[in-house]
């Protein structure tokens, strides 16, 4: 059976085409179906490669890796509610986007890459500038040119080539598109298997709840390569019998900058504000009709949250010693919001993933202090 399919008008490839986008112009999804066994994981060392079946490769030997996965669950009271926040931030470069830049650098060194090309204003730049550096792989990295700096140091301390390009996010993705006719495009928006990878923290929470799913998951949505990644992954357990049913998806964004929650509520997007939640500010999700699919078929919701809520969960999330972004800190303002709102209950088992590190965003969250 062919790796791909095109989510829009539904034509097949296969990984080693090197294809990042169909010719309809529609993004791919994964047809791979490999269940990791369970049984044998017992003996299999913690961390995001033991589940290597389920991965667009051989075996681990191809494994491109910086002690990356088996983030820890946290118990946490919130709102009075007894929740557990998986703690992303402890990644390698210090966010969640390490599992998938670690599946997708390790796919493009196995095809015999030897540069890559990548747009992002953060995060998904750091790591995948750091597996590339891990991989001996060149990179350039087109970004913004009002991102983040302390994102952009990180990045470049990888000996990753950092190209500022002005208009904002959808300029650096243009000009990355533009390498990429000569260069393999290490997309974490395009590319299936960096969504191979974000699958991963679902089997962890599965594993960790001791084969259960939680009841709810709420994460923070930009371009969705975590929430469709739990979608994609629990929608896998399921599928290969390890579990009943996946969980409620609560999507949630800051209301300065909230595409798929104007969609969720059918009403037009108003023209995107400056968030401090900068992580999640994506004016036009390239996935935008899959997560809005992710969610509804989990029976979920989108939120939309202030930015004085965003700060306000910021500020109690450090008050409890966990030093996250603002972007982190929405999905915990999503959930005082869907606390509030009734899509979340007391006794129901809560997951939210804190995805990226305060020291991602010093400057910003020096702001935030009183």
Known sequence: MPDLACATCGRVAEYADGRWRCAC??????????????????ARAPGLWRYWEAFPLPGPEAAVSLGEGMTPLLPLRWDGVEVVCKLEFLMPTGSFKDRGAAVLLSLAR???????????????AAAVAAYAAAAGLACDLFVPADASPDKLAQARA????????????????SA???????????????HPAFFAGTRTFTYEVWEQLGGRAPDVLVLPAGHGTLLLGSWWGFGDLVRWGYLARGPRLIAVQADRCAPLAAAWAGRESPAP?????????????????????????????????????????????AAAGLFVEPTAAAALAGLSAALRAGLCRPGER?????????????SAVARLLP
């Not at 598109?177 to 000569?182: G, M, P, V, Y």
């Open 158 to 173: 990888y000996g990753a080539a950092v190209r500022a390009v002005p208009g904002g996010r959808e300029a650096a993705a």
């Open 110 to 124: 196995h095809l015999g890459v030897t540069r890559v090309v990548e747009d992002s204003s953060g995060n998904a």
């Open 350 to 362: 809560i997951v939210v993933p804190l995805t990226g590190s305060g020291l991602k965003a010093a």
């Open 176 to 190: 990355a598109q533009e390498a990429a006719a000569t260069t393999f495009y290490a997309s974490h928006v395009w």
């Open 25 to 42: 112009g529609g993004p791919f999804e994964s047809r791979q179906d490999r269940p990791f066994p369970r049984e044998a994981l017992g």
């Open 273 to 317: 504000g400056r968030t401090v939640a900068e992580g999640i500010a994506i004016a036009a999700p390239v996935r935008l009709r899959q997560m809005l699919r992710a969610v509804d078929e989990t029976g979920g919701a989108v939120l939309a949250v202030p930015e004085e809520a965003i700060v306000s969960a910021w500020r109690r999330a």
